[in-house]
């Protein structure tokens, strides 16, 4: 994803963690991301090691600090079950990763396209 980000037209600065853990860390500022950006977007994987998406995504639903920040879920999960409960935990958008590179690619333009250049996003 960094590089399809990183090969887009618009520049986007993005920061990924590998597991959900980290990702609470990064987003509270604790320990070696401590500097760490607030983000305008997460993008969120529901099958994190540690702590998974669900998880991380009621979380931060529940935090006034990071309420407003819209989460897209990014996953491989097709099941209705999930796709139900992403939304009732207060995700913004929940997306399918696509099997092959070209759609994927496409998928991850057009969500930054959205989120990063036509919503209107709080301050």
């Known amino acids: 994803m960094n590089e399809i980000l990183g090969s887009c037209k618009r520049r986007y600065h993005v920061s990924s ?6 990702a609470i860390s990064f987003l509270h500022r604790r320990g070696r991301h401590s500097q760490a950006p607030t983000p305008d977007l997460v993008i969120l994987d529901l099958n994190l090691p540690r702590k998974d998406g669900r998880t991380v995504l009621k979380e931060l639903k529940s935090d006034s600090l ?9 996953t491989t999960s097709q ?9 009732a935990l207060g ?4 997306l399918r990763k696509p099997g092959n590179l070209e759609e994927y690619r ?3 333009q057009s969500m930054a396209d ?3 250049g036509f919503a209107a996003l709080p301050q």
């Not at 990071?66 to 990014?74: D, E, L, S």
């Not at 099941?79 to 939304?87: N, P």
């Not at 995700?91 to 929940?94: D, L, M, S, T």
Request: aromatic fraction near 18%.
């Open 17 to 22: 963690v590998s597991d959900g853990e980290e």
């Open 66 to 74: 990071f309420c407003k920040i819209p989460i897209v879920v990014f």
């Open 79 to 87: 099941a209705s079950s999930d796709i139900a409960s992403s939304y």
């Open 91 to 94: 995700a913004n958008c929940y």
């Open 106 to 108: 496409a998928v991850v």
């Open 114 to 116: 959205f989120w990063l």
